[in-house]
């Protein structure tokens, strides 16, 4: 009998708790009323299919053979601001699939294949010259000179640089890049891809809504435009970020987007490349010449050539070995 009792109490002080105890009042965070529609851990389409559709999404209209179209969670104009949003998010963080280099773009490349060319040729052919060759030797022989005199009143004697006409010719026949060696023909290719890139980049897609190439998908589109695969450790580098900077007066990366800061039309103009490299080699050396070995750069090869796409890359100009220090 006590046993029960025992039970009995035990069941009472049971029955008067459920009745004190109160549901839990459900809280939810900002987050999560902010979800109208719950999550999918599957997609019913392909994100192939997303990609290459999301830009055409729109919301439905009578015009369209609808007898009538309602708006029951948001009023029609909310409606469409937030398919807005969704698709400029989702443009941000997408490749353009089937973006295609177009004949612009190929035209401008082929005519810079063939500038580059006739430069190297151009440089090769005056360093082989008798005159220029008694020329360096006797600037080999008058050792009275300090060390950086002669890179001084180089940079004080030469003309203008953004004034030259004529890069293949700045008087006697000397060209504009007669000094340039491996770093500074890969620093000026380096300079004419990323320009161009992000020019015919706004070209091609055509959309205002894509502003620039995103850091993210910087692989995908200059391997599609140039064939190639852009390795930053071939330029000494970690990051294309610190590529970038090797190349600052043509190419940033500013908000996650590739971006240049030249005002000038450079793809009206190649030999503008040539005249930034130039101004370039000659700061880098001014620096080295005072003592700053920060100032040296480490570039290999494929820093010219590139790494392939595919299979060997036939279009890209070749490389050329650094002069021997006299």
Same mark, same amino acid.
């Given at each position: ?171 006697? !026949? ?21 320009y161009m890139l992000q ?36 330029? !000494?580098c970690k990051t294309l ?86």
């Open positions: 009998e006590a046993k029960e009792e025992a039970k009995e109490e035990e069941k009472e002080d049971m029955d008067v708790d459920d009745e004190g105890d109160e549901p839990p009042t459900v809280e939810l965070t900002d987050e999560e009323k902010a979800v109208w529609f719950a999550p999918r851990t599957t997609s019913d389409v392909t994100e192939h299919a997303i990609a290459k559709e999301f830009a055409n999404f729109s919301l439905p209209k009578k015009s369209e053979g609808f007898e009538d179209v309602k708006f029951l969670w948001a009023k029609e104009s909310v409606a469409k601001e937030y398919l807005r949003q969704k698709i400029l998010e989702k443009k941000k963080s997408t490749k353009v699939e089937d973006l295609k280099p177009s004949q612009w773009f190929q035209d401008k490349f082929a005519e810079w294949k063939k500038l580059f060319a006739e430069w190297q040729k151009k440089q090769e052919e005056f360093k082989a010259s008798p005159a220029q060759k008694a020329k360096e030797a006797k600037a080999k022989a008058n050792t009275e000179k300090k060390d950086g005199e002669d890179s001084e009143e180089e940079a004080a004697a030469a003309p203008d640089l953004f004034s030259i006409q004529d890069v293949c010719d700045i008087g006697d !026949g000397e060209p504009l890049f007669k000094s340039f060696d491996l770093i500074d023909w890969a620093s000026l290719q380096l300079r004419f891809e990323l020019v015919a980049f706004s070209k091609d897609v055509n959309d205002p809504d894509r502003p620039g190439i995103p850091e993210a998908h910087f692989n995908f589109y200059y391997t599609r435009y140039f064939a190639k695969y852009l390795s930053p450790v071939s330029f !000494g970020e610190e590529v970038c900077k090797l190349v600052k007066d043509t190419a940033a990366l500013k908000d996650g987007l590739l971006t240049t800061p030249l005002t000038v039309q450079a793809e009206d103009q190649l030999s503008y490349f040539v005249k930034l490299s130039e101004e370039q080699r000659r700061e880098r050396q001014r620096r080295i010449d005072a003592g700053d070995e920060t100032a040296r750069l480490h570039f290999q090869p494929a820093a010219l050539s590139g790494v392939p796409a595919g299979g060997a890359n036939k279009s890209a100009p070749k490389a050329q070995a650094a002069p021997k220090a006299a």
